[in-house]
DNA sequence: GTCTATATTAGGATAGAC
DNA sequence: GTCTATCCTAATATAGAC
């Protein structure tokens, strides 16, 4: 693996575990095992490295989103789909935990990033439709809007308020909760079907909780 | 005013526009026109400033969320008692934009913002239950609490999503945005007052918006 | 209580040898 | 590409006079 790329990759790691304001372009010298001045030589610091990674999020973050959404989806696929979102921001989660910072140093960044948080909500408004073509919800245009924006909070804060309220950081676990929270708020919208569907993500809870 | 209350007032200032990160004891200093010496007199640097201002901000808070919740509430109240907690976030601000961090360098102030938390959502809860007893909405004990916890995240990050969905700060209007999406999450629970219910809060919405 | 002056340190950054 | 040595700066913090 080029330095490069492992300076990269460490970064990332560090970012994650400490928050990028607790971590010096020195520690990350460090657990690359270099010196800090080759890391200066790849990088002129974090300013260069942040919108690296950020890129990498974008790029993996377009791919996610990209759901083909034209075949009707079964509450497994939505399942999975928003555990992937959940993965993808728990990969870069340094970048959430610290959104209006980061934001506020790197303007580009910002407008890329409401780019992303627009497409995610494009996505669960493509979800919902999907959901109301097959007739397993009901609901009014406001309503779907204010329902797809709502979910987009959550996909998006989900990680950062476990973190908060549980000290501890199990990430699988967490995602999974998120998942199941998510899938709940479709529940009143699906009329006489409510029952069975609040049960079938129940089993999916579980399942994959004991997993 | 004191040399002291006006140290903390114009922290508070500071951190809420920059960010606490970004403000040092100088800023500070200048902020409040002495000398950076005399700051510290008073407090031994933003490592004694940041638990006061918090210890400000949970008495306040303590305070509102104190609801009347066995009379009956109006819709209107509901709408006042929600506004009122978006605004006494506002005026805190800059500890939410950086809960992460904050909450991991004073673990006592963790401990404490959990449990305001946890009172956000038993008044949540509380608001709920009081929807119910007046017959308004119907919902089950899980349905209860699954959206009780999703009003409790949305009062949470709501205005930290807003300043990253839109630069502009304009603390009224996004908290008056907040408040009409949060009570819309009651209205699939209505059955067929539902309509009224979401007529009359968009009522809400735009009167108060012009003014 | 308040100031000025100064010490200390950590982090960011570069020069030049290998 | 990589290292060592070194510099610069911003931020924290203290001492001592007024």
Redesign the interface.
């Known amino acids: 693996m080029k330095t490069r790329d492992r300076i990269l990759k460490n970064s990332l790691l560090l970012f994650n575990q400490d928050?990028e304001?607790?971590v010096s372009t020195v520690d990350i010298a460090n657990e690359v095992d270099i010196s800090p001045g080759n890391l200066y030589y790849h990088f002129r610091g974090k300013e260069v490295i942040i919108p690296e990674l950020f890129a990498s999020f974008e790029e993996e973050m377009r791919i996610v989103l990209e759901g083909p959404f034209e075949k009707p989806f079964t509450v497994e696929d939505n399942w999975v789909y928003l555990y992937v979102i959940f993965e993808e921001i728990f990969d870069f989660r340094f970048f959430y935990?610290?959104?209006?910072?980061l934001?506020?140093r790197f303007p580009d960044l910002?407008r890329r990033?409401?780019e992303i948080?627009a497409r995610k909500n494009r996505a669960i408004v493509a979800l919902t439709e999907n959901l109301q073509r097959q007739g397993m919800v009901t609901?009014s245009d406001?309503?779907k809007e204010?329902l797809a924006?709502?979910i987009t909070?959550?996909l998006?804060?989900?990680l950062?308020?476990a973190?908060?309220?549980e000290?501890d950081d199990d990430g699988p676990a967490v995602i999974h909760r998120g998942v199941y929270?998510i899938l709940?708020?479709f529940?009143?919208?699906m009329g006489e079907r409510e029952d069975d569907f609040?049960e079938l993500i129940s089993l999916f809870y579980q399942q994959t909780d004991a997993a």
Request: aromatic share 14%; charged share 10%; glycine share 6%.
């Open positions: 928050g304001a607790n935990r610290n959104l209006n910072d934001l506020g910002a990033f409401r948080v609901l406001p309503q204010s924006l709502h909070m959550v998006t804060y989900w950062n308020f973190t908060v309220m000290a929270q709940l708020q529940a009143p919208y609040v």
